[in-house]
C-alpha cells in the first residue's frame, strides 16, 4: 500500500486514506471521534480525504490514540545508535580502505 509515496504529499494522502478504513473498521464515526478528541468533524474529514496539511501533529496524535493506535517517539525517529560516531568512521575507513 505504501511502496508507491514518493512526495510528503502522497504521504498525507495515503495515512488520511488508511486512518479512514481504520475508524470505520472500528464503527466509529467521525461525530464520535470528534466527542472523543474535541477535534472537528471538517478538520477530521480534511485529514482523512487527504486535504490534511495542515493537520497539527497533537490533532494527528490525538486521533491515533482515539482509535487505539499509540504512536512513541521510537516509532516515528529510528532510536540513534549508541556507538560513538567517531569510532564508527574510523572503523568503516580501515576496512575499505579511504582514499
Same mark, same amino acid.
Not at 47 to 50: A, L, Q, S
Not at 59 to 64: A, E, G, K, R, Y
Not at 84 to 88: H, I, L, V
Given at each position: 500500500m505504501y511502496d508507491n509515496i514518493n512526495t510528503p504529499?502522497?504521504?498525507i494522502v495515503s495515512l488520511g486514506e488508511a486512518f479512514a478504513k481504520y475508524r470505520k473498521s472500528l464503527k466509529i464515526s467521525q461525530q464520535r471521534l470528534h466527542e472523543m478528541t474535541g477535534i472537528s468533524i471538517f478538520t477530521i474529514s480534511q /485529514? @482523512?480525504?487527504?486535504k490534511g496539511h495542515g493537520l497539527s501533529l497533537s490533532? /494527528? &496524535? &490525538? &486521533?491515533?490514540d482515539a482509535v487505539g493506535l @499509540?504512536?512513541?517517539l521510537s516509532d516515528l525517529i $529510528?532510536?540513534?545508535s549508541e556507538i560513538? $560516531? @567517531?569510532?564508527?568512521w574510523m572503523?568503516?575507513?580501515k576496512k575499505g580502505g579511504r582514499k
Open positions: 504529499y502522497e504521504s /485529514f @482523512e480525504n487527504g490533532h /494527528f &496524535l &490525538l &486521533l491515533m @499509540e504512536i512513541t $529510528p532510536v540513534v560513538d $560516531p @567517531e569510532k564508527m572503523s568503516q575507513n
